[in-house]
């Protein structure tokens, strides 16, 4: 399998970006909050589904 330039870019600014946080789980999930907070307005959010049961009596 051929690797894949994308894949290969994105894992490695995932390997820098936890470099920073000094490999710390913790920090890591920290910096990537403050990144979400900071760009919010850029996520797409999955709209909710509303169901509703119904019962229906057989005669």
Known sequence: MQPDP?????RRIRHE???QCGHDPKKLVEYYR???QKFS???I???KIVTTITSSSSR
């Open 6 to 10: 994308t894949v290969e870019r994105i």
């Open 17 to 19: 970006i936890s470099e």
């Open 34 to 36: 403050k990144y979400q």
């Open 41 to 43: 307005r850029r996520l």
């Open 45 to 47: 959010r999955k709209p």
